[in-house]
């Protein structure tokens, strides 16, 4: 399986992943602050025979529209995120 890229509806609107595919446990691989989840691309191609691989451009970064809001991060809402990372899985 090639590189699948597509999108899904958050709660705050429309978010970009990219499923990678492969063989066995799912992992998800999460950018960190000013990258996307495309940097991963290489990595993945060579784990792909051990994991299942998706990866997600998180809100104002890659091909996510929903855009950051760093004066709404005054805590870490786990619950949001969980929510919205339960959409691609």
Known sequence: MQRQDGTFLGTEGEFHF????????????????GLCAGVYTPLANILRSRLNIT??????????????????????NVLQMIWNYSAII
């Open 18 to 33: 990219i499923n990678w595919g492969g063989d066995g446990p799912l992992a998800h691989f999460a950018h960190a602050t």
């Open 55 to 76: 990866g997600m451009d998180d809100r104002g970064h890659g091909q996510t529209r929903v855009p950051a809001n760093p004066d709404s991060l005054n805590s870490w």
